[in-house]
Antibody, heavy 122, light 112 residues
Framework: QVQLVESGGGVVQPGRSLTLSCTTS????????IHWVRQAPGKGLEWVAG????????IYAESVKGRLTISRDNAKNTVFLQMNSLRVDDTAVYFC???????????????WGQGTPLTVSS | DIVMTQSPLSLPVTPGEPASIACRSS???????????LYWYLQKPGQSPQLLIYVGTHRAPGVPDRFSGSGSGTDFTLKINRVEAEDVGVYYCMQGLQTPLTFGQGTKVEIK
């Protein structure tokens, strides 16, 4: 079955860097876009970044542009989220999710991972 | 950015009774292909979100038929025909028409 498994979260100090990974299985990875969506403690969902199925285009929320970079390795069925200059307000559970649009472009997530928690604190 | 507004934000429900959640977008979500790029998700306690409805009215695979989506343009509704105890959680609408993708604030559904 379709699975997405996030890893790489933890506790990190403000200003430091961290990379999250999203390892997938059960579908043709290279045919789907992937999103990162985060959820701060007790809050709602916030879309963070997305990448096209072939890696040709990346899109970001304004709140993370310039600090976060999404990338993918289609040979390893894995998406990454490089996070630099981390801030306290980046504290959240980070979910990766498959896009429902296939090669047609970014539309909206269908299948979600279980999330990886990140705490940014001194 | 497209702003998504849900109502109500809290919804106490009685099992067996119907329930509905409204979602309004600040811009029309109707694409030239005829689809409204509006999605509904349910996040059950302690779980990740799960897709219920895509492009406004289509139930995702495995979603019970007591869930239905309706609406077009800027006004959408998620209806639960007869609420069951397992339907508790937070429901989110989300627009997929343009980036950044944006979510509503969430509607918390709980049993009375």
């Amino acid at each position: 079955q379709v699975q997405l498994v996030e890893s790489g979260g933890g506790v990190v100090q403000p200003g430091r860097s961290l990379t999250l990974s999203c390892t997938t299985s059960g579908f043709t990875f290279s045919s789907y876009g992937i999103h990162w969506v985060r959820q701060a403690p007790g809050k709602g969902l916030e879309w963070v970044a997305g990448i096209w199925h072939d890696g040709s285009k990346e899109i970001y929320a304004e709140s993370v542009k310039g600090r976060l970079t999404i990338s993918r390795d289609n040979a390893k069925n894995t998406v990454f989220l490089q996070m630099n200059s981390l801030r306290v307000d980046d504290t959240a559970v980070y979910f990766c999710a498959r896009d429902s649009g296939g090669v047609g472009g970014i539309m909206g997530p269908d299948i979600w991972g279980q999330g990886t928690p990140l705490t940014v604190s001194s | 950015d497209i702003v998504m507004t849900q109502s109500p934000l809290s919804l106490p429900v009685t099992p067996g009774e119907p329930a509905s959640i409204a979602c309004r977008s600040s811009q029309s979500l109707l694409h030239g292909d005829g689809y409204n790029y509006l999605y509904w998700y349910l996040q059950k306690p302690g779980q990740s979100p799960q897709l219920l409805i895509y492009v406004g009215t289509h139930r995702a695979p495995g979603v019970p038929d007591r869930f239905s989506g309706s609406g077009s343009g800027t006004d959408f509704t998620l209806k639960i025909n007869r609420v069951e105890a397992e339907d508790v959680g937070v429901y989110y609408c989300m627009q997929g028409l343009q980036t950044p993708l944006t979510f509503g604030q969430g509607t918390k559904v709980e049993i009375k």
